[in-house]
């Protein structure tokens, strides 16, 4: 068969992938960055494409030749710079129905989630209800796939929250700890996916899957620092909702500059509202209930790149606005110390208006790549021009201010610690 796989570049998406080459299916996928995804799976057939712009049935068809099932993975966690839950969860999907019944295409499979309602408490899961309620009211023959907390391999969203939280030495902070949650491995979703497309299960099926048994959110992560290798925490914190607030609002903001944090407020609100589902009609398909909690963490690896993974996206928001306050800092000193500063050129032999003209471009640049790295989408690019200006300062001072080398303080010296923390963020800011 071939097959359409909406999302095919994220998390889920890519595993669906995966699992209908390995099952001998002809895979087709779009993304926003095609070059990017055809290094990652270059057996699959790439267009390009965003989901929140294809709204009309008519901006599929090209992607839907040949085609004979399609399954949506496509998902986005909150509305940000980079994401309209509206447009990807349900008008996207609706226009893709449209082009697959003029088609003459006759299986669509949807990957939804557990609590998705149309007066569930988030957009998120209010869209994810908006898409599914246009899928079973379409002519197709459907099957929708409602998977608790995914676990997988690779991490994001919500598996990415719990290796993030992990990563805390000797402490252990939580918010609603007690909030009841069911997992699933990504290869029982992935596996459940493909029995879907080839017919196994039958249409109009809404399937929860998820694990039988229930476990608090404080016992997952219990479990997963466990997991991990990491030692026992000596102090739990539990962390009241005012102070969640805080730190999902800040998320919030961040997410608006494009930074998809697994601290935004629809993860949390997800949280609260319990992720949790009834894995009997699964059962009665397959023969056999998900995986347990444990037996899932038991087959996934944990070896130095999981350990380093939840250790660094710890680090990963403190390197980026260390580099944000260090370099809109110097800028605001040097412009503040402008007179000092053209002292210290003097003797190289610049005129006054040189200096300060060196010194107020220089000033205003800091400061722009200072505010300009926590912008998501810029912020790769920055760190390459921190480098890229650093070593121009740097040949700059050896011209005019060579003595500065042997400054006690290590004016200079500094500098080139600071530039590879730009290079060591640079590689961590790789989104896949």
């Known amino acids: 068969m071939r097959v359409l796989v909406l999302g095919g570049f994220g998390l889920i998406g890519s595993e669906i992938c995966r699992t209908l080459l390995k099952a001998g299916h002809e895979v087709v996928s779009l993304s926003r960055t095609p070059k990017d995804a055809s290094r990652l799976l270059p057996q699959v057939e790439w267009h390009t494409g965003d989901m929140r712009r294809l709204q009309d049935p008519g901006e599929w068809h090209h992607m839907l030749i040949g085609v004979d099932a399609v399954i949506n993975a496509a998902s986005a ?78 991490a994001y969203s919500g598996t990415a929250l719990l290796r993030l939280l992990v990563a805390f030495p000797y402490w252990q902070p939580l918010v609603m700890a007690d909030r009841r949650m069911q997992t699933v491995h990504v290869e029982e979703l992935t596996e459940a996916a493909l029995m879907a497309i080839e017919g196994r299960i039958p249409a109009h099926a809404d399937i929860d899957l998820v694990e039988e048994e229930t476990h608090s959110f404080e016992d997952l992560v219990r479990g997963m620092r466990a997991w991990l290798g990491f030692s026992p925490a000596r102090y739990t914190i539990r962390m009241s909702e005012k102070w969640a607030g805080v730190i999902t609002s800040i998320a919030n903001g961040l997410g608006h500059l494009g930074w998809r944090s697994p601290l935004r407020s629809t993860a949390l609100q997800v949280l609260e509202g319990h992720v949790a589902g009834d894995p009997t009609l699964w059962h009665a398909i397959s023969g056999r209930y998900c995986r347990s909690y444990q037996d899932t963490l038991g087959i996934l690896p944990s070896t130095t790149q999981e350990r380093w993974f939840s250790k660094l996206s710890l680090m990963l928001p403190v390197l980026v606005l260390t580099l944000s ?82 400054d006690p303080l290590g004016s200079l010296l500094k500098a080139v610690p600071a530039m590879m923390l730009a290079l060591i963020t640079r590689s961590l800011l790789t989104t896949r």
């Open 77 to 154: 966690l909150q509305d940000g710079l980079l994401a309209d839950l509206e447009a990807v969860h349900h008008h996207s999907v609706k226009a893709c129905l449209d082009a697959c019944i003029e088609r003459g295409i006759i299986r669509f499979v949807q990957i939804s989630a557990t609590g998705a309602e149309p007066n569930a408490p988030t957009p998120f899961m209010r869209t994810k209800a908006a898409g599914d309620d246009a899928i079973m009211d379409s002519s197709i023959d459907w099957v929708i796939l409602r998977p608790g907390l995914v676990l997988a391999p690779s």
């Open 325 to 406: 306050l260090f370099w809109v800092l110097t800028g605001v000193i040097t412009l503040i110390q402008m007179q000092d500063a053209t002292n210290l050129l003097a003797e190289s032999g610049t005129t006054l208006l040189q200096s300060q003209f060196l010194l107020a471009s220089a000033a205003m640049i800091d400061i722009v790549l200072g505010v300009a790295i926590l912008v998501r989408n810029l912020a790769r690019q920055v760190c390459l021009a921190m480098v890229l200006m650093t070593i121009i300062y740097l040949a700059a001072a050896t011209i005019l201010v060579p003595d500065l080398w042997a």
